[in-house]
């Protein structure tokens, strides 16, 4: 892939959870995309690592052992009338909602999974600043990326 830039990069949610955890199960689904996201932050798998010092040689061995898809820390700029936000919201609002996710990057490339929704908080800051929101999606199954 080219070097791009973020700009046309869009995000969008949908409450609905896809029948199977691929492009055809979240291809059935309907997003809506969420309006003024100005930071999405990186997700992707990211993996720990498990060791073990042989007491003998006194090396150190490496391997992956578990993983994680990340979270996606959004920051918007606020806007109540937007579909996307208030949908974002009332996931937030929800002790158990699970949803799925969407990232349209600028090449065309999709990237889906699902997560929890942990809070859509507003940020009032100084004078001259957006009113803005955070909101912070922790990703609950693998990322399908088509």
């Known amino acids: ?14 409450a609905a959870l896809p029948a199977t955890n691929d492009a055809a199960g979240y291809g059935a689904l309907t ?62 609002d929800s002790a158990t909602q699970v949803g799925s996710i969407q990232v349209t990057l600028p090449d065309g490339t999709i990237k889906y999974s699902q997560g929890i929704v942990l809070s859509f908080t507003t940020n009032v800051a100084d004078a001259s600043a957006f009113l803005m929101a955070n909101s912070q999606v922790e990703l609950t199954e693998d990322i399908v990326t088509v």
């Open 1 to 14: 892939m080219a070097k791009t830039g973020s700009v046309g990069t869009i995000f969008s949610y949908s």
């Open 31 to 92: 997003f809506t995309e969420v309006g003024e996201v100005t930071n999405l932050g990186e997700f992707d798998k990211i993996w720990t690592m498990a060791t073990a010092v042989a007491l003998k040689t006194g090396k150190t061995d490496k391997r992956k052992a578990t993983y994680d898809n990340g979270s996606l820390p959004l920051q918007l700029m606020l806007d109540p009338s937007d579909a996307g936000q208030i949908l974002m919201a009332a996931a937030a």
